[in-house]
T-cell receptor, first 118, second 110 residues
């Protein structure tokens, strides 16, 4: 069965970067896109971007485009989201979700809490 | 891209039906049949309930249905049950090849 495993919670200082892995099992990473979203405490889901692991194409939300990088390593069936220049407002749960380019996020990781704290 | 507009909260009694609206623009909801609805229980990852406006993934109850008219999509839950109490989010593909989500609706089963 399809499973997306994310890493554990992290605490980061303002200005730092974080790279969150999302290891896929039960299917081959290149078969589907991988989206990244986040949810700040008490807030809505916010789409950050996605990658087509088959060819490496990416698309980012305008809000994050200069700070986020989404990559994949098909040798370990894992996608990554790196967010740089962290601010306190980036404190949120970050999710990976398998989906097609137009959405339909059928499978989700368990989420990774990133806390930005000085 | 502005977030899609959803009511902050809706409520209903067990057995009743409720509808949650999701209003976008001609650049997202109105332009594509790529609207999805997600259910989120506290502390859990979201779960897709409807995709492509009105399709249900395998395993999702037929009590959940979706529709769209113009720039507004809707999620209807019939025969409300206690376990339906959750937050619901709509999302749409956009003309800038991105996804946009709604602000979320808290469903309370009275």
């Amino acid at each position: 069965q399809v499973h997306l495993m994310q890493s554990g919670a992290e605490v980061k200082k303002p200005g730092a970067s974080v790279k969150v892995p999302c290891k896929a099992s039960g299917y081959t990473l290149i078969s589907y896109g991988m989206h990244w979203l986040r949810q700040a405490p008490g807030h809505s889901l916010e789409w950050m971007g996605w990658i087509n692991p088959g060819n490496g194409d990416t698309k980012y939300s305008q809000k994050f485009h200069d700070r986020v990088t989404i990559t994949s390593d098909i040798s370990v069936n894992t996608a990554y989201m790196e967010l740089s220049g962290l601010k306190s407002e980036d404190t949120a749960i970050y999710f990976c979700a398998r989906g097609l380019w137009f959405g339909d996020l059928r499978y989700w990781g368990q989420g990774t809490l990133i806390t930005v704290f000085s | 891209q502005s977030a899609l507009t959803q009511p902050a909260s809706v409520s209903g009694s067990p057995g009743q039906s409720i509808t949650i609206s999701c209003t976008g623009t001609s650049s997202d909801v109105g332009a594509y049949n790529y609207v999805s609805w997600y259910q989120e229980h506290p502390g859990k990852a979201p779960k897709v309930m409807i995709y492509d406006v009105s399709n249900r993934p395998s395993g999702v109850s037929s009590r959940f249905s979706g529709s769209k008219s113009g720039n507004t999509a809707s999620l209807t839950i019939s025969g409300l049950q206690a376990e339906d109490e959750a937050d619901y989010y709509c999302s749409s593909y956009t003309n800038t090849n991105t996804l946009v989500f709604g602000g979320g609706t808290k469903l309370t089963v009275l």
